[in-house]
């Protein structure tokens, strides 16, 4: 079987759906010895892919533009090369897209949260979503709370819905390199002991809420002995959330690094004192896993999707209470036995996260459409 593969998010800055599509695409690659597979690429492709390129199709767009790659590029070159199905990893389909093919949305912010949604979500992302939901022959998420909420909103199609999971890979660890840590924190200009929160500045993730969480601990503990590090791409929520910090009154102990990669990610997972979560909706919570996998304890929002992957793994609390977090922190920060007993926990737990079982997965999924066309007995 001749499988097309929508590869061209991972030329794009790297969170987490690009993290996804590119682990997904690489362990496919190295599990599956049957099938071959053509690759799309909006620009140039990781140089560690290029040990796959013998075995498979690698195909690069001359054009940079994200609508009219997708929208058309894409769907003309995957009818070109012949395949008989595309996989949409990261994003939906072109509208130009024939024949059958398999995607993966993530969450129901579409419905759930339409506030949360940027001006490019609204009148791009959404409406081929809803066009493609229709048009797929499977649809794949990556946790049953996920699949539950989509099903939720797209009625008969929910039958198409399979909960295939998410990982990590293994380079988020504990770090025993102290010059390493030391490097990352010196590039960063971070204080010796820190609170760190990962995510995209937008409504969606909470720090405006987490900026009251650390003004309310500061004024109860002192300021001096407590720093706050943000760590995450300027998305549509920049401005309120680098304005707070501006006029927090706390802006010597609040540090936003911006954007960092994944090497620097890990050094400051391991770094950090805790890590804190306190996003509103998930489809999964993937920092929180990248956390644990460093043995950062970890404090996190108490919703359904980490009550489903991380209950007892992490400490939850109310995202829109403050004194709920506020407790939460004092605790983690004061608490040994407690810190050691969700560090030990949450290291045993990243165990059951595993890319290789997500790509079998995946692949069982691809071959299952392909077996159910018209025409195969």
């Not at 009818?79 to 389909?93: A, C, I, L, N, S």
């Not at 130009?96 to 791009?124: C, N, Q």
Request: glycine share 6%.
């Amino acid at each position: 079987m001749r499988i097309g593969i929508d590869a061209t998010a991972v030329s794009r800055i790297r969170t987490g759906i690009e993290y996804y599509t590119l682990h997904l695409i690489e362990n496919i690659l190295k599990e599956d010895k049957e099938n071959h597979y053509s690759l799309f690429f909006r620009d140039k492709f990781p140089a560690h892919l290029q040990t796959y390129q013998r075995d498979h199709t690698f195909l690069v767009s001359p054009f940079r533009n994200q609508v009219f790659c997708e929208q058309f590029w894409l769907p003309y070159v995957a009818k070109k090369e012949r395949v008989d199905m595309m996989f949409f990893p990261g994003f939906p389909p072109g509208i130009l897209k024939s024949g059958p093919f398999v995607m993966t949305i993530f969450d129901s912010t579409l419905w759930k949260f339409p506030e949360f949604l940027s001006w490019k979500a609204r009148i791009y992302f959404k409406p081929l979503t809803l066009i493609a939901l229709k048009r797929a022959a499977r649809i794949i998420t990556i946790s049953e709370t996920s699949k539950n909420d989509i099903g939720h909103y797209i009625g008969k199609n929910s039958s198409k819905l399979i909960n295939n999971g998410i990982a990590i890979n293994s380079d988020f660890r504990i770090i025993k390199n102290q010059e390493s840590l030391e490097k990352t924190r010196r590039k960063y200009g971070l204080p010796k002991d820190f609170i760190l929160s990962v995510g995209s500045l937008e409504p969606r993730k909470n720090q405006l809420f987490l900026f009251k969480v650390f003004k309310k601990i500061c004024e109860q503990n002192g300021k001096e002995i407590y720093n706050l590090v943000l760590v995450g791409r300027k998305a549509w929520g920049k401005r309120s959330v680098l304005r707070k910090i501006e006029t927090s009154g706390l802006e010597d102990r609040v540090y936003f690094t911006g954007y960092v990669p994944q090497e620097d990610l890990i050094n400051l997972y391991n770094l950090a004192d805790i890590f804190v979560f306190p996003s509103i909706y998930e489809g999964f919570g993937l920092p929180i896993l990248e956390a644990m996998a460093c043995g950062c304890p970890v404090i996190a929002s108490d919703i359904a999707v980490h009550r489903e992957l991380f209950h007892s793994m992490v400490l939850l609390a109310d995202p829109y209470d403050v004194d709920s977090f506020v407790d939460g922190i004092n605790k983690l920060l004061n608490d040994r036995q407690l810190k050691n007993d969700l560090i030990e926990k949450g290291l045993s737990g990243c165990k059951l996260f595993s890319w290789k079982n997500v790509a079998l997965d995946t692949i069982k999924i691809l071959k299952c459409v392909e077996e159910q066309k018209p025409g195969k007995s």
